[in-house]
């Protein structure tokens, strides 16, 4: 086995894998030797999972490969896969499995969501009280190690990893060390602070209007910028429901002096200071699709995630975004049934004119956490990814029938018909 890769690429010392990066490479089995080529070190990578691909077992000797040519390039430059561990903690075994498989199957994009409301379990080094306070428990916190450890795992697998923190919504974690970030809401109409139920906690998004909200982060970012080696950051800005500013008679008068005509505009400032200081680091950012969704102008250098339907994405296209897409490939959501086929059938072209293909620059399988964690499954083979296992636990037998009846009941089964199941996820789906 012989690999050969261009030298400059050494000489120039690119230690990580790059969003601009083409990796081609050429897999030529011989009869007395294999040749892999590839103009990167990421390439010969992938062509070393593609020979490893093409050995099997014969009669005649333990291992084979068959005398073959294969030219091999992605179609994508992002081939990423979103894994939530926010909602549940993914440990450090199960976040590097993860990236195992993602390079068994040339995926190049760890898209860590690793923040959320629920709990904060990334370890800042200028803020570590935010998972002092915002973690679910002290195990339950990614050390700075820990970060450097799944960078290296994955960098060795060709594969970046791009950290998404979440504002201005999604930050109610954060407000556990810091409460001043988030914005007080007065739900029931008074000066005290409430909650309303189903719109907004007492605190819960960031608060646009107060000065301390952008020096924190400017701070906060200009740590993740030298944690994490990617050229890009994911700054989220979906979800950034108005009511809690709504309600706020301090964020009301900011609006009327300074000639803010709607929270749209409140939402404008946030994302035009939030985008200022990320260009000020010299770092790229993707954000979800939700602002452009509100009216809110984003910078074209940013890269628009299309999540909420495949139907946005000439929308997007059509405004001239570099794109990638979600929807269609959201893991969680997947049931029982035969939807998986969906997945394969979900084709990003087939939405856009030939002259937009180019601003398609890959796609995201999303799993998020609400109901996934690294020991349960999802669901028996019916549930789905939803919040039906709920209405597992609230089947209650006796509820049907009358007292008198309830001693005919001799007891109940959990049912796992194996349509969709073999050994391999049985325990997971089971447990």
């Not at 914005?183 to 608060?207: L, W």
């Not at 706020?248 to 005509?261: E, G, H, V």
């Not at 929807?327 to 049931?335: F, I, K, P, R």
């Amino acid at each position: 086995m012989r690999v050969r890769v261009p030298q400059f690429i050494f000489r120039k010392k690119k230690k990580y894998p790059r969003f601009v990066f083409c990796v081609v490479d050429t897999v030529n089995v011989m009869n007395r030797q294999s040749l892999i080529r590839s103009n990167t070190v990421w390439g010969a990578l992938r062509g070393l999972e593609t020979f490893s691909q093409l050995i099997y077992v014969s009669k005649q000797r333990p291992y084979a490969v068959n005398l073959t040519v294969i030219g091999d390039f992605p179609r994508f430059k992002h081939r990423g896969v979103l894994i939530d561990s926010a909602r549940h903690f993914q440990t450090m075994k199960t976040l590097k499995q993860v990236l195992d498989a993602m390079s068994y199957n040339k995926f190049n994009v760890l898209h860590w969501h690793i923040v959320d409301d629920q709990s904060f379990p990334y370890q800042s080094i200028r803020f570590p009280e935010l998972s002092e306070k915002g973690a679910y428990s002290p195990d339950k916190v990614y050390r700075q190690a820990d970060v450097a450890g799944i960078i290296e795992h994955a960098r060795l697998r060709g594969i970046r990893v791009i950290p998404e923190f979440d504002t201005p919504g999604h930050t109610v974690s954060w407000g556990k060390s810091h409460p001043e970030l988030l914005t007080p809401c007065y739900g029931d109409g008074t000066m005290k602070e409430s909650a309303m139920y189903g719109v907004h906690t007492k605190r819960q998004i960031f608060n646009p209007i107060l000065n301390v909200t952008y020096t924190f982060l400017q701070r906060f970012f200009s740590e993740i910028v030298t944690v994490f080696p990617d050229e890009f950051v994911h700054l989220g800005m979906d979800e950034a429901y108005p009511a809690c500013w709504l309600s706020n008679p301090r964020i009301i008068k900011f609006m009327r002096k300074n000639n803010l005509d709607d929270i749209k505009d409140v939402q404008q400032m946030y994302a035009n200071k939030l985008m200022k200081i990320i260009t000020s680091l010299k770092t790229k950012f993707i954000v979800w699709q939700d602002p452009l969704d509100d009216g809110v102008k984003v910078s074209k250098d940013a890269i628009i995630e299309v999540w909420k339907s495949i139907n946005n994405l000439a929308e997007v296209v059509n405004m001239g975004y570099n794109t990638i897409l979600s929807a269609g490939w959201y893991l969680d959501l997947m049931s029982g049934n035969d939807d998986w086929q969906e997945f394969y059938m979900n084709e990003p072209f087939s939405y856009i004119r030939r002259s937009q293909q180019h601003l398609i620059v890959g796609g995201e399988a999303c799993l998020w956490a609400e109901y996934i964690e690294e020991t349960a499954g999802w669901y028996l083979d019916l549930m789905s990814g939803n919040d039906d296992w709920q209405e597992f636990y609230m089947n209650e037998p006796f509820s049907y029938i009358r007292r008198s009846q309830q001693h005919l009941i001799v007891g109940g089964e959990a049912c796992l018909w194996a349509e969709y199941i073999d050994e391999t996820n049985l325990q997971q789906r089971l447990w």
